[in-house]
């Protein structure tokens, strides 16, 4: 009797050492892997105890049994620090957490691939390899299946319950909108802890993705007027490149930032600066990606509905019906292409551009690719563009031909002779790579002009070039304010979010249109300047060249910016002067915000475009 006694000691003892033990290892991930915005001591305090209920939740599946198994808590302790684990390396780069969807999509877009070096550390196995050394534990104490005290196991489930819920309504207190605003992850983290996040993330994902099945017309008609209410009438610019071929050049993840800067007195991007000088100039345009990167860009522009705020339209719902721009230049005799140096699996594009209605993809299996003209991910953007050539001469005129460079692409890797700028020497070596792949970027796009020029496809064109996401996260941003000689506080974060938008028309002057806009708005821009009007429409961005569109860009998390005004991590700022301002300024568009995403994510989860008539 003694004995068991001791055992079941043993077992609690275990229990409660691996609930103190995730405690505090997951604390300290958040406090030194995530970078959460705390007030006050109080939120310190929080963020030490959000997760113990949860966890204490958790672990007891192998306690509240019928016979309680030691071996099945370890296996649930382990797998809870393997996605800690998971969001730390997702966190490093992405500044972000792990959502269902990302893990089921990482077949699609290769993982991390070469990444995962760059976002190592020393440190790391101790995260998960713990468990080794509990195992011994475990073994040492000869702990084996155990009927335990119902009622102990009983008060001890209710405790763990109580904590959660205290937690909970403690965090709803702070937050009253938390549940309503569950895209900002970290918010979401940071009030119910990781592990909460992540059954809320089974759950809400279990849930939307049913919901088609029960969606009816019904729910489109309020979508619809709120559409329709922010429809404007159309510039003067209307039509300007009618009939003209479009060309579509996705930046890879290039930032504004680049454009006109230096190092040691050469230009990281001499053709774009002049390119842009002799086009129409966006400096207020913002990249709006979620989870889904370089293809939420592509699904913003072909579609002007809003990214998912987890995981990849591209990825999840490629079997919806989509109002998109190769379906509207279709109806008007365009031939629609995309061109990729990559498989045609990444990111799933050959399923959604059949969806999205693209005639042709030129994928990695068109292009002559090897070792030497390749490099990370897949074919330099030189010989990618000089091999698109012969294919754009092929196709009947007029045709929109997309194109998604490849170098620049983190980690940033290109070898010696294809480095054509001195680097900054930051304590970052991916902050200082990135010069040199974005210089390359830029001459590849100069190689592309002059091919067109000389196969005489240039003067019959329209270029639209866009930066498709950030390239430097907010990991970055100490050894990037190093080398731009400034601190990078939350608004000068949100400003680095600008990517290049440039489009040239061969004839027309150059003009700079300040605008606050982003990418859910270059559908309708780009149909305005064609001139083609869709027979079925629902954008939720606007023309950018429109004087009367209101100026007003939404991320996906949630913040926003206006003319004068950005809202981030919660706060209101002041665009001029970079300081705190009065709630109330930026409360005035909590609602359109709210509404733009909802209704945004009620089409694309409902499958409601399916009920246009």
Not at 158 to 176: E, K, N, R
Not at 241 to 268: C, H
Not at 499 to 517: A, K, W
Request: net charge negative.
């Amino acid at each position: 009797m003694d004995v068991e006694r001791r055992k079941e000691k043993d077992l609690w003892r275990f229990y409660f050492l691996l609930i103190a033990l995730l405690s505090l290892k997951t604390y300290l991930v958040y406090r030194f892997e995530f970078t959460f915005s705390l007030n006050g001591i109080g939120e310190e305090l929080f963020l030490m105890i959000n997760s113990i209920g949860s966890i204490a939740l958790l672990l007891g599946i192998g306690l509240f049994r019928k016979q309680s198994k030691p071996g099945l808590m370890l296996a649930v302790y382990f797998v809870l620090s393997a996605l800690l684990y998971c969001n730390i390396l997702y966190y490093r780069f992405y500044i972000d957490f792990v959502t269902v969807p990302v893990l089921f999509q990482f077949g699609n877009v290769g993982g991390l691939g070469q990444s995962t070096v760059e976002l190592l550390n020393l440190y790391d196995p101790f995260i998960v390899f713990d468990s080794i050394v509990l195992f011994w534990l475990l073994k040492r104490k000869g702990l084996h299946k155990l009927a335990l005290s119902k009622k102990l196991k009983k008060r001890t489930a209710i405790s763990s319950v109580a904590v959660l819920l205290c937690t909970a309504a403690l965090a709803l207190i702070m937050h009253p909108l938390l549940f309503e605003k569950s895209y900002d992850r970290e918010l979401f983290v940071k009030s119910l802890g990781a592990y909460t996040y992540h059954v809320y993330d089974i759950g809400f994902n279990s849930f939307t993705s049913i919901n088609s099945a029960f969606a009816d017309d019904t729910e489109l008609s309020e979508i619809e007027k709120y559409v329709k209410d922010k429809e404007v009438e159309p510039s003067s610019y209307e039509g300007i490149a009618n009939g003209k071929n479009l060309i579509l050049i996705s930046l890879e993840s290039t930032q504004a930032f680049m454009l006109n800067e230096s190092v040691d007195g050469e230009e990281a991007t001499p053709f774009l600066n002049k390119l842009k000088e002799d086009s129409f100039f966006f400096p207020n345009f913002y990249h709006q990606t979620a989870q889904g990167k370089t293809s939420d860009a592509e699904f913003m522009i072909d579609s002007s509905l809003y990214p998912l705020s987890g995981g990849s339209v591209f990825v999840r719902k490629p079997q919806n019906e989509f109002l998109s721009l190769p379906e509207a230049l279709n109806n008007e005799g365009y031939t629609t292409t995309s061109f990729h140096g990559n498989d045609r699996e990444f990111w799933n594009r050959s399923e959604m551009y059949e969806t999205l209605g693209y005639d042709r993809f030129y994928s990695k299996k068109d292009f002559n690719v090897s070792d030497e003209n390749s490099i990370n991910y897949g074919l330099k953007d030189i010989p990618f563009f000089k091999q698109s050539i012969p294919y754009l001469k092929e196709l009947e005129q007029p045709y929109s031909a997309k194109f998604l460079t490849l170098t620049n692409h983190f980690p940033y890797l290109l070898e010696e002779e294809d480095t054509m700028i001195s680097l900054p020497e930051t304590e970052e070596e991916v902050v200082n790579r990135y010069f040199a792949t974005v210089r390359y970027e830029d001459e590849s796009i100069k190689t592309f002009f002059e091919e067109m020029k000389a196969a005489g496809l240039y003067e019959d064109s329209i270029f639209v070039l866009y930066g498709d996401h950030y390239g430097l996260s907010e990991t970055y941003d100490k050894a990037l304010g190093e080398y731009l000689g400034k601190e990078i506080g939350p608004v000068e974060h949100v400003d680095l979010q600008k990517v290049p938008l440039i489009i040239h028309i061969p004839g027309e002057d150059g003009e700079v249109i300040n605008t606050v806009g982003g990418q859910v708005d270059l559908k309708p821009t780009i149909l305005e300047l064609l001139g083609v009007e869709e027979s079925k429409s629902l954008n939720f961005g606007t023309s950018l060249f429109s004087e009367k569109r209101k100026d007003l860009v939404i991320f996906r998390d949630g913040s926003f910016i206006t003319k004068n005004l950005i809202y981030t991590k919660n706060t209101c700022y002041n665009k001029e002067s970079t300081s705190k301002t009065n709630r109330n300024k930026c409360a005035r568009y909590f609602g359109d915000v709210q509404d733009e995403l909802d209704y945004s994510d009620q089409v694309i989860y409902g499958d409601l475009l399916r009920f246009i008539q």
